[in-house]
């Protein structure tokens, strides 16, 4: 079965910072833009970033730009959302997604384009 693994959410203080990881299991990331979106409970899924292949396009939700950076490692295969600053209104579950890449090179945050999806990390932001 081919999915999307995420890895690096935790629990952590207003103002702190992490990582989190996608990993492909089945697949290779080649040719596939990645982008990361989240859901807080009750609320519907939102993006937060996209990252074209390689790597020449990206994209931030406007309540992230400026704290949060995404990113890819073609050679490891693997994806990154590096995030800092972050506040209360962050705190959700954090899913890491894939689709073809596109051919202008310009990844999307349209949710329904993305055809392999993680099961999602925990990222809570509490003091």
């Known amino acids: 079965q081919t999915q999307l693994v995420e890895s690096g959410g935790d629990l952590v203080q207003p103002g702190g ?20 979106f989240r859901q807080a409970p009750g609320k519907e899924r ?17 309540s992230v ?36 890449n596109p051919s202008s090179g310009v990844c999307t945050f349209d949710k329904g384009r993305y055809v392999r999806w993680g099961q999602g990390t925990q990222v809570t932001v509490s003091s």
């Not at 939102?46 to 994209?59: D, F, L, N, Q, R």
């Open 17 to 36: 910072s992490l990582r989190l990881s996608c990993t492909p299991s089945g697949f290779t990331l080649d040719y596939y833009s990645i982008a990361w």
């Open 65 to 100: 730009k400026g704290r949060f950076t995404i990113s890819r490692d073609n050679t490891r295969d693997t994806a990154y959302l590096e995030m800092n600053g972050l506040k209360p209104e962050d705190t959700a579950v954090y899913f890491c997604a894939a689709t073809r």
């Open 46 to 62: 939102e993006a937060v970033s996209c990252i074209s292949y390689p790597g020449t396009h990206t994209k931030y939700a406007n």
